[in-house]
């Protein structure tokens, strides 16, 4: 599943999102949303979270 709907994405969900710095080379970093930032129903480039670690970046996988 993509992150490309808010209505996917939950606090304490396991997601894979790519920071800022890293978009060009695509590399993802995994943890657990602590915060949505989007507001919008949909982003087509990912929901952007905050991950319990502090991590800001854009939802591009969700894991089960």
Do not use: C, F, Y
């Not at 599943?1 to 999102?17: F, H, L, Q, S, Y």
């Not at 919008?40 to 319990?52: A, D, M, P, Y």
């Amino acid at each position: 599943m993509d992150g490309t709907k808010r209505a996917d994405i939950e606090p304490g969900k396991k997601v894979k999102v790519v920071q800022k710095q890293d978009q060009p080379s695509g590399k993802l970093t995994e943890g657990v949303v602590k915060d949505i930032l989007t507001n919008s129903k949909s982003h087509h480039h990912g929901i952007k979270v905050r991950l319990e670690s502090g991590i800001v970046g854009r939802v591009k996988e969700i894991e089960n």
